[in-house]
């Protein structure tokens, strides 16, 4: 089973740019679906983005539909997160999540669904 590393988060000014990374160590697999979800205090867990290990497909929150893209590097074991024009509602802590055994035919957006976990990469956005 994977083991999930995040990187990239910061402090940018809203209208900026971050490219999260996570890396996943350990037994990856085609079958294997990934996600970003965010947390802010005080809030639940929600869902970001994910994609398709396999063929690369991807399903987006509509809160950063058109300004975040998730895109993988299969030969480096890597998710990436690009998020542009970001602004101070996307302050969050970040996760990347792992499932095993991800469906062919609808996408994952429940945390439930996910079953590794990384520990999180802080983007705090100021206005």
């Known amino acids: 089973q994977a083991q999930l590393v995040e990187s990239g988060g910061g402090a940018v000014q809203a209208g900026g740019s971050l490219r999260l990374s996570c890396a996943a160590s350990?037994?990856?697999?085609?079958?294997?679906?990934m996600a970003w979800f965010r947390q802010s205090p005080g809030k639940e867990r929600e869902f970001v983005a994910t994609i398709r290990w396999s063929t690369g497909s991807t399903y987006y929150a509509d809160s950063v539909k058109g300004r975040f893209t998730i895109s993988r590097d299969n030969a480096k074991n890597m998710v990436y997160l690009q998020m542009n024009s970001l602004n101070a509602e996307d302050t969050a802590r970040y996760y990347c999540?792992?499932?095993?055994?991800?469906?062919?035919?609808?996408?994952?957006?429940?945390?439930?669904?996910?079953?590794?976990w990384g520990q999180g990469t802080q983007v705090t956005v100021s206005s």
């Open positions: 350990g037994r990856t697999s085609s079958r294997y679906g």
């Open positions: 999540a792992a499932s095993t055994s991800y469906p062919s035919s609808f996408y994952y957006i429940q945390e439930r669904q996910y079953n590794t």
